[in-house]
Structures are given as structure tokens and as C-alpha cells.
């Protein structure tokens, strides 16, 4: 049982960015990846997901035991991926109510009652700090940065996957967002759950302790270690690693 990638490469045309990553997640644990912008970061989580600008050349991910890795984005959720990406997409047309009863429901495999699934998402939205009406506005139209980072945490909370991953959730947060995020990440995990949390901040690593910290410098983890090498890299930077 783990999300496990194998010397995984990962190419836009012409050129490679990820060069070859090994990584396992066990359920339970919480792994960070920081390193400099445009070191490949957000490839890796975008790849990871299935999405179609980004070929994997070589390498294997499994998801417990299966392999995934050409697999389609919705096949991988379905398998228990999610990605909470880096720039959320704005959907017009879709409120974020229908859009999370119709994913919820995917996840859970029934068609959800509308008005339990109400209620539900209610909570949800409580105890993410998000107004209520934010369920009937489309989906991140118009949002703030810090709205669509909560609300990525709330779709998080509900779909509950088995792996997730969040690729800078806490960018651009104030400091209560900051917490009120965390602690909806800390409700997600859980010991069934893994998690790949790409940060740039120590800060997040606070409130959602990690049990490795990895440095990522172009396309490949260049270094392992707890979360002390997090504190490190604040004080220090990337160029003393
Ligand atoms: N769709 C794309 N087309 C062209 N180049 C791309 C594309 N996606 C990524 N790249 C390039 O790949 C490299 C890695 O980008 P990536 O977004 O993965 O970095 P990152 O580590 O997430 O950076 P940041 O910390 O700034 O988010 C960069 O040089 C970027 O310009
Ligand atoms: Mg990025």
C-alpha cells in the first residue's frame, strides 16, 4: 500500500523536466517537495494527475499496487489521486454546489441525496471560513487566490482520496487562511491517507508536520530529509544544499 514512483521522467516537447524521480508515499505520512521555481514542480504533480501536456517517458507510478501511470485524470481520481493544482481552473457555468455533488457522488460511486449532500457541504463550507453562498457562485470565477485555495481544501475534505496532492495550497493565504487551510489538510489525514505537499514556505510545515522534506532542483529530488531541512532552506536558501 503506497503511491509509488519509480525513476519517473517527465517531458513537454523537446525537453525533459523531470529526470528521473523516486518516491514513496506510505498511508500515514505527509511528504514535502520545496525547491526553486521552474525546477519541476508543478510537472511532476501535473504528470502525476494525467495531464496531456506532459508525457511520461519513462518510469512507473502505482497506486497501491496498480499501476497508473498512463492512466486518464479520471480514472486516476477514481483510483484515489487528486490534485489540488497550482492555478485552479475558473469554470463559468458550473456552481461549486452542483460541481462538488456530481464529484462527490462520482467518488462515492451513488448518486448523492440533494439535501444530505446539502447539509454536508455545509459543514464543510463552515468550517473552511467560506460563506454559503459561495455554493451557488460558479466555480473559481471571480474568486480570490486564497478563496480558491480554500475551496480546494473543501473539495479535498470532501472526496477524501486516498493520495493527495497539493501543489502550493498555502500560496498566497493570510495568515489566518493559512491556518483555517491546515486544518482542514489535517482533517484529511489520516492513517488510509498519503500526502505530496509542494510548498515554498516552512510556515505550512508548522501546522502540517511532514515526515520527509524533499528538495527539488531541475527535475530531479536532489535531497531527503525531516522537517529541520525545511527550516534550513528558509534560513539558508536553495544555494547551500
Ligand atoms: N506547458 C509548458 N510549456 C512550456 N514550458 C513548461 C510548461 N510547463 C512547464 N514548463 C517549464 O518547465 C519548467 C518547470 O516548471 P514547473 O512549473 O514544473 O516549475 P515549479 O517547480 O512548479 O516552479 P514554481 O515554484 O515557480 O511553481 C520551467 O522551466 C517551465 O517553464
Ligand atoms: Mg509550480
Do not use: C, W
Amino acid at each position: 500500500m503506497s503511491l509509488q514512483l519509480t525513476n519517473l521522467k517527465v517531458s513537454i516537447p523537446a525537453k525533459e523536466i523531470i529526470s528521473g524521480v523516486t518516491l514513496t508515499i506510505n498511508p500515514g505520512t505527509v511528504h514535502a517537495i520545496m525547491g526553486p521555481n521552474g525546477s519541476g514542480k508543478s510537472t511532476l504533480a501535473n504528470a502525476l494527475m494525467g495531464h496531456p501536456k506532459y508525457q511520461i517517458t519513462a518510469g512507473t507510478v502505482k497506486l497501491d499496487g496498480t499501476d497508473i501511470t498512463y492512466l486518464s485524470p479520471d480514472k486516476k481520481a477514481a483510483a484515489g489521486l487528486f490534485l489540488s493544482p497550482q492555478h485552479p481552473p475558473e469554470i463559468a457555468g458550473v456552481s461549486v454546489g452542483s460541481f462538488l455533488r456530481l464529484a462527490v457522488g462520482k467518488a462515492r460511486g451513488k448518486p448523492l441525496n440533494p439535501l444530505e449532500f446539502q447539509t454536508e457541504l455545509l459543514a464543510a463550507l463552515q468550517e473552511l471560513q467560506i460563506e454559503r453562498s459561495f455554493a451557488s457562485r460558479p466555480l473559481n470565477a471571480g474568486f480570490s487566490g486564497g478563496e480558491k485555495k480554500r475551496l480546494e481544501v473543501l473539495q479535498l475534505v470532501l472526496l477524501r482520496p486516498r493520495y493527495a496532492i497539493l501543489d502550493e495550497t498555502d500560496s498566497g493565504l493570510d495568515v489566518d487562511a493559512l491556518k483555517v487551510v491546515a486544518a482542514g489538510i489535517n482533517r484529511f489525514r489520516s492513517p488510509q491517507t498519503g500526502i505530496l505537499l509542494i510548498t515554498h514556505y516552512n510556515r505550512i510545515l508548522e501546522y502540517v508536520e511532514p515526515d520527509a522534506v524533499h528538495i527539488m532542483k531541475s527535475g530531479k529530488i536532489s535531497l531527503t530529509g525531516g522537517k529541520e531541512l525545511a527550516q534550513e532552506i528558509e534560513r539558508r536558501g536553495y544555494a547551500a544544499d
